[in-house]
């Protein structure tokens, strides 16, 4: 008997642990289309927490946008750390089907499906991060979430091994 409330427990705890979809956003307003969004400047704000949850950096950034006369869009970020670190990375967007993207940039590994759905745009990559003496590459999901046309609320989990490692949270706000 206690073998079956354990299995039961424990397959309570991994139905409560199922992860966002996508398609958890169908007909969210305002509907996220990149290709507005992302045109244009904007600022950013974000901290970044450990595995633990602890916040262990926060800093400000600058964005800016733009799509050329083949659709394929640009977003060109620079972000400054509260330690002084310095990051700029530009992502390219390219349109493969209706609301579907491929994402490249400079410290991403691949191409990296981006997705928008509503009021939610995600992107799976993985990213490519200095450590010690070296570099490791980290699993990222990006969750974007419009929230009126100015404010993007946007977290992020960064895994190795199936384990969180980190956690972004940034706020973007177009000018």
């Not at 206690?2 to 409560?16: N, R, V």
């Not at 398609?23 to 992302?38: G, V």
């Not at 992502?91 to 009021?119: C, H, Q, R, V, Y």
Request: contains cysteine.
């Amino acid at each position: 008997m206690k073998k079956l409330i354990f299995i039961f427990l424990i397959s309570i705890l991994f139905i409560g642990c199922s992860s966002m979809k996508i398609e958890d956003f169908n007909n969210t307003k305002p509907e996220f289309i990149p290709q507005e969004y992302f045109n244009g400047n904007l600022k950013a704000y974000g901290i970044v927490k450990d595995r633990s949850g602890k916040i262990t950096r926060s800093f400000k950034g600058t964005m800016v946008g733009s799509w050329d006369k083949n659709g394929i869009g640009t977003l060109d970020e620079y972000f400054v750390y509260d330690d002084g670190e310095e990051m700029k990375r530009v992502w390219t967007l390219k349109p493969t089907e209706n609301k579907k993207f491929i994402a490249t940039a400079n410290d991403i590994i691949g191409e990296s499906p981006m997705i928008a759905n509503g009021n939610t745009v995600m992107i799976d990559y993985i990213m490519r991060v200095p450590y010690k003496n070296s570099t490791i590459d980290l699993s990222v999901q990006d969750w974007l979430h419009l929230q009126d046309e100015k404010v993007i609320i946007n977290h992020s989990k960064m895994k190795k091994f199936g384990f969180v490692v980190g956690e972004l949270v940034i706020t973007i706000i177009k000018e």
